[in-house]
């Protein structure tokens, strides 16, 4: 089982719905996670992380972290044409690096 | 823009060639990692510093790389006799190694090897 897994998409949304991206994780890799959102040609930029379980908010984008599951979503209300890229979900070990899925494509549709 | 940078942007090199990369983090970061993307595959972690010490190797970095942070700011990835296998993009990223150490990235230098 690789470390984090990501459904690649793509996905679609329409202008203005809600996308959701999933990702899991396995035992190797439970202390931080954090979501990257990198354009087509350029690097990740990092959008948001989150420590504990539960949901956390930074403008349009949530955050949801349930350990027992071992599962981390990202939320993005009232999605733009602009939020079409790949969306990179990472989480960290003890060591800090970072391990990667493989990202998934969101294509939000005017 | 005090940003991570990287340079160069872009390097084209034939196979045998050997190349070096530079990355110079945030300012104030004193946790640098070197990853490597290609094609369709997230990032993938090949070395860390913090400061000067290299603390971590992934076994990723075969005997032809090398990366070194000679006085704890900027750093370099060499990478010996390329192979085509290694062309893809290579990201840096700086963290202040405080608390979780959230990661930011340059914008990379995308290697190709013909």
């Known amino acids: 089982q690789k470390e984090v897994e990501q459904n690649s998409g793509p996905l679609s949304v329409p202008e203005g719905a809600i996308a959701s991206l999933n990702c899991t994780y396995s035992d190797r890799v439970s202390q931080s996670f954090f979501w990257y959102r990198q354009y087509s040609g350029k690097s990740p930029e990092l959008i948001m992380s989150?420590?504990?379980?539960g949901d956390k908010e930074d403008g349009r984008f949530t955050a949801q972290l349930n350990k027992a599951s071992q599962y981390v979503s990202l939320l993005i209300r009232d999605s733009q044409p602009s939020d079409s890229a790949t969306y990179l979900c990472a989480a960290q070990t003890g060591a800090n690096n970072l391990f990667f899925g493989t990202g998934t494509r969101l294509t939000v549709i005017p | 823009d005090t940003g991570v940078s990287q340079d160069p942007r872009h390097k084209i090199t034939k196979r045998g060639q050997n190349v070096t990369f530079r990355c110079d983090p945030i300012?104030?970061?004193?946790?640098l990692y070197w990853y490597r993307q290609t094609l369709g595959q997230g990032p993938e972690f090949l070395t860390y510093f913090q400061n000067e010490a290299q603390l971590e190797k992934s076994r990723l970095l075969s005997d032809r790389f090398s990366a070194e942070r000679p006085k704890g700011s900027f750093s370099t990835l060499e990478i010996q006799r390329t192979e085509q296998g290694d062309s893809a993009m290579y990201l840096c990223?700086?963290?202040?190694?405080?608390?979780?150490?959230?990661?930011?990235f340059g914008p990379g230098t995308r290697l190709t090897v013909t």
């Open positions: 990223a700086s963290s202040t190694g405080q608390g979780v150490g959230e990661q930011y």
């Open positions: 989150i420590y504990s379980n």
């Open positions: 300012s104030e970061h004193n946790r």
